[in-house]
């Protein structure tokens, strides 16, 4: 940012700086990992701008390995700043595991140790677990992990959260939510949801269900005809 920048280009690059770290931007990508590194030596001298924070630090979680994951979580542990906290308690819940596989397991050790450290530890304050849920749930491994972690802890979750008018829904929500975009998962959810007490989240999950329902059936009526656009002759001429 820039003195007397409006506020809006502010917000809009970093929409777009994000958009191209999901779509593999490699020369952002690069950036990002050398900011995160230069950062991590020295953070008055290299101090990175708070609409460059969630790209720096989701690309670190996402392409930096272990190393950086736990620079992340120290990093978490060590500022005062509350929203420097939530970008990096946001990138660890959108981690990924080295392309090397030298972590093992199914490519998701650093997913699943996010996952336990947002529910099990003390950390995480209870107002922002909706935000580490959503962006845990943001990616289709993350997706499959809430889904499954949702049902497999339903009643401990339940007990937990169930008796909150905001955290509960937002879970229930989101896990209803996530995807991935097919008729299967629809079914999976409707059939999971037909004979439990969900509260307060009663209204989040129909919206969610719904919402799920849609994509999954305009994913299904586009899928082909999406490439066969992109493929025509002389449009990218």
Same mark, same amino acid.
């Given at each position: ?70 620079? /992340? ?138 919402? /799920? ?25």
């Amino acid at each position: 940012a820039t003195a007397g920048e409006d506020v809006k280009a502010s917000s809009l690059r970093g929409q777009v700086l994000a958009l191209l770290r999901i779509a593999g931007h490699e020369p952002t990508i690069d950036e990002a990992l050398k900011r995160f590194h230069a950062f991590m030596q020295d953070s008055e001298a290299n101090a990175i701008p708070a609409d460059l924070k969630p790209t720096v630090f989701t690309s670190a979680a996402c392409y930096g390995g272990l190393e950086a994951y736990e620079q /992340l979580l120290a990093r978490y542990r060590a500022t005062a700043l509350h929203e420097e906290r939530m970008d990096c308690m946001r990138a660890l819940a959108r981690a990924k595991d080295p392309a090397d596989g030298s972590l093992g397991g199914d490519g998701c050790v650093l997913l699943r140790r996010s996952l336990d450290w947002i529910l099990d530890g003390d950390e995480v304050r209870n107002q922002d677990l909706p935000h580490a849920w959503a962006a845990l749930s943001s990616s289709p491994k993350g997706a499959v992990i809430v889904w499954s972690t949702l049902t497999s802890r339903w009643e401990a979750l339940k007990e937990k959260l169930g008796g909150t008018s905001f955290l509960w829904p937002s879970f229930v929500g989101l896990a209803a939510g996530a995807g991935p975009y097919t008729s299967e998962r629809v079914a999976e959810v409707t059939a999971f949801f037909q004979d439990k007490g969900v509260g307060s989240a009663a209204r989040r999950l129909k919206q969610a269900t719904e919402s /799920l329902r849609s994509k999954a059936a305009q994913l299904s009526r586009d899928k082909g005809a999406v490439p066969a656009f992109l493929d025509e002759p002389g449009l990218w001429s």
